[in-house]
């Protein structure tokens, strides 16, 4: 048994032993399972579209004076909800931004979050008592802004195929998803994922820090729809300490969503620790649904999506035949897809979907198959991951990063 003061004395004087959860996946799968002296710290993380995203933002509309109260704000296009406070006379706003609010089928609150933390000028239109009012603005503009998850990092999530016959357009594709259970879409982190270290939230609790879209917030409990078996947390930090790469925009068949990540780091105190921290991919199940229904007929495990598979796309620009409109880019829901056969990887989620619409094999990565687990024959090809593991995995080594030189505390 360790104590928590222990371990931050530990962090202080340079001695803990901080592990990532890869580090400490790597051990479990050679069965060198480690013991409690051996590690103090283990940072995990999680990298997707993850929809209860919002952001609570005050907002400079006009000069004080200007109009009574806002009936309506758009940012950059994407409908707010001005209140709770009336704000009365004071010519900025208080508004919450939904992550998956759309200005349009391919923008929306996620865009906009990142658009603000990237330095980009945003348009304020707001109408009041019959007037429009108009203002361009900056993050630094904004005296306050903080982005809240209601339901982040689920533990595990579930994995859709269609067994009609239509494609079916849904915010779980990006392509309409072809029929006859001949494709899969999925999301999680998996094994790194931190709520699948920490199933019953023994240590992650109200009050416990994290990194926030690469921000340092705090966990404010459970989420929305979390239960003992599929829990997720809700979170909150600062807009303006943010790192755009860590968040964005991701266009499904259904529109805009949000895209959010979430690191954590776990003390090891105990035996009990190590055995939930030694969970791998192939122990945590994925359960398989219908689209047209959304009730799990069947499971798969997170190995069929992480093991042995590839976490990148990798891009040959020489087959690139200019064939006209890319129908890579105008796919790709991150617009990551450059013209003549490239990749923005600050953009890239590595979510697979070039890789199906490029007809001339520019993109490849192995995203895997759902081995179904009551038809061993059916090997359903994955054809969207909407969590980012490579992502998820650098989140890990950076917050290990941070632990180590005392810029993240326990
Ligand atoms: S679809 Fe493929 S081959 Fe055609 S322009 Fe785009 S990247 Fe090049
Ligand atoms: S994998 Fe391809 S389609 Fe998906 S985000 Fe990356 S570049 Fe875009």
Known sequence: MKTMQEIRDRLASGEAA??????????????????????????????????????VMTVPVAAPGAFLRADTVTLNGVPAFPGPCP??????????????????????????????????????????????????????DLPAARIFTTRSCFRN????????????????????????????????????????????????????????????????????????????????????AMDGDCMGGFVTAHGPECLTSV???????SADDIIRLSVTDDQISLPVADINDRVPFSAASYADVWQQTDF????DPLRCLFCGPCTAAEACPTKAVMMGGGIMRSRCVACGTCVHTCPNGVYTM?????????????????????????????????????????????
């Open 366 to 410: 192995d995203a895997g198959a759902l081995h179904l687990q009551d038809d061993s024959e059916a090997a359903v090809p994955i054809v969207l991951r909407q969590s980012d593991r490579s992502r998820a995995e650098a989140l890990c080594e950076h917050l290990r990063v941070q632990l180590q030189r005392g810029e993240f505390l326990l």
């Open 312 to 315: 990148t796309v990798q891009v």
């Open 157 to 240: 999530y579930t994995a859709f195929v269609n067994r009609g016959s239509d494609p079916a357009r849904t915010i779980f594709s990006v392509l309409p998803l072809e029929g006859h259970m001949s494709a899969a879409t999925v999301s999680g982190c998996g094994e790194i994922n931190p709520v699948e270290n920490d199933p019953a939230l023994g240590h992650i609790r109200p009050g416990t820090p994290l990194l926030l879209n690469g921000a340092i917030g705090m966990v404010m409990g459970e989420g929305t729809r979390s239960t003992p078996e599929r829990r997720n947390i809700a979170a909150c930090a600062e807009l303006s």
């Open 87 to 140: 704000n009365e006379r004071l010519g900025t706003v208080d508004l919450m931004v939904y992550g998956t609010a759309a200005a349009s089928e391919i923008y929306g609150g996620g865009h906009l979050f990142r658009d603000l933390v990237d330095g980009k000028e945003v348009d304020v239109v707001a109408e009041a008592g019959g007037k429009t009012f108009e203002n361009t603005i900056y993050i630094e």
């Open 18 to 55: 901080v592990w990532t959860a890869m580090e400490m996946k790597e051990r479990v799968r050679k069965g060198d399972i480690p013991t409690v002296d051996e590690v103090d710290v283990v940072t995990t993380g999680s990298f997707g579209v993850m929809s209860g995203t919002a952001a």
């Open 263 to 269: 690191a954590i780091p776990l003390p090891v105190l």
